[in-house]
């Protein structure tokens, strides 16, 4: 059901239109490429076990941990509440 100006099936559209941007957001963050043997910051040994489970890992946990706590955290668009949401 949809309201106002919009027509049917709208707000399912940007719901999916949003969880598939961040999809593509999500995995344009993934490592690709050869696993280093030893971390690109403070040149720690990265063990075996991370390196298999992570294909193309570049960095130690600790490193990678200190690096998640400083990315900012994406809020996303409220497609939903703008006025432009018809646009897309």
């Known amino acids: 059901m949809a309201g106002g100006w919009s027509r049917d099936g709208a707000v399912q559209e940007q719901i999916d239109s949003t969880i598939e941007d961040a999809l593509q957001r999500a995995r344009s963050e993934l490592p690709r490429g050869e696993s280093l043997t030893h971390c690109e910051e ?45 646009l897309r």
């Not at 890992?57 to 809020?75: F, P």
């Open 42 to 86: 403070c040149e720690e040994p990265i063990p075996q076990a991370r390196r298999e489970a992570m294909p193309g890992v570049r960095l130690c946990i600790a490193c990678q941990n200190e690096r998640d706590k400083q990315r900012t955290v994406y809020s996303g668009y409220n497609r939903r509440g703008s006025k432009d949401s018809q």
